[in-house]
T-cell receptor, first 109, second 118 residues
Framework: GQNIDQPTEMTATEGAIVQINCTYQ??????LFWYQQHAGEAPTFLSY??LDGLEEKGRFSSFLSRSKGYSYLLLKELQMKDSASYLC??????????WGAGTKLIIKP | GAVVSQHPSRVICKSGTSVKIECRSL??????MFWYRQFPKQSLMLMAT?????????EQGVEKDKFLINHASLTLSTLTVTSAHPEDSSFYIC??????????????FGPGTRLTVL
């Protein structure tokens, strides 16, 4: 079967750095996405990785290792507004998005 | 660019009635639209995928006669929840992807519709 694993919940301090991990087992791979979702709102796109390595975009960076079936989302200089759920999703060989259950990130002052 | 709208944003209806939710891509042509459902504190659950001009492909366990999807144009898809029951109360989210300058890899999400069935 297809599976995306990410921690259910994480807590971090304002101004700090946090890394949210995602591991996947899918039938084929055509890219990995990270989305942010605030409570009661729709997801918003954060990043896309299809090749191994680190993609940096401001305070957010995403890393991919296809051989390990692993990705992480790195958030720097955490702000209270970063409190949200972070969803990892992988596009399989049929270009269908397989979603993880999301990681709820709690930022404390 | 790549804005997707949904209407209504919130709807409350009586059990047994039908509810139609519209999803529009405002500034691009969406060749594919996706409908998701999300229960509280749970992840997105894909209900169906629709391509413009063809029948939607429903995920396993989703009743196609209960959740009617129409994707009649490149900018509009509708989801009709027929004979809604309280257990259909959920957050329904559409997303769209397409060509014409928009990366085919990215799905753009609408703001969601919160359905409450009394």
């Amino acid at each position: 079967g297809q599976n995306i694993d990410q921690p259910t919940e994480m807590t971090a301090t304002e101004g700090a750095i946090v890394q949210i991990n995602c591991t996947y087992q899918t039938s084929g791979f055509n890219g990995l996405f990270w989305y942010q979702q605030h409570a009661g709102e729709a997801p918003t796109f954060l990043s896309y990785n299809v090749l191994d390595g680190l993609e940096e975009k401001g305070r957010f960076s995403s890393f991919l290792s296809r051989s390990k079936g692993y990705s992480y989302l790195l958030l720097k200089e955490l702000q209270m507004k970063d409190s949200a759920s972070y969803l990892c999703a992988v596009k399989d060989s049929n270009y269908q998005l397989i979603w993880g259950a999301g990681t709820k990130l709690i930022i404390k002052p | 660019g790549a804005v997707v709208s949904q209407h209504p944003s919130r709807v409350i209806c009586k059990s047994g009635t039908s509810v139609k939710i519209e999803c529009r891509s405002l500034d691009f042509q969406a060749t594919t639209m996706f409908w998701y459902r999300q229960f509280p504190k749970q992840s997105l659950m894909l209900m169906a995928t629709s391509n413009e001009g063809s029948k939607a492909t429903y995920e396993q366990g989703v009743e196609k006669d209960k959740f009617l999807i129409n994707h009649a144009s490149l900018t509009l898809s509708t989801l009709t929840v027929t004979s809604a029951h309280p257990e259909d109360s959920s957050f329904y989210i559409c997303s769209a992807s397409g060509a014409s300058g928009i990366s085919y890899n990215e799905q753009f999400f609408g703001p969601g519709t919160r359905l409450t069935v009394l």
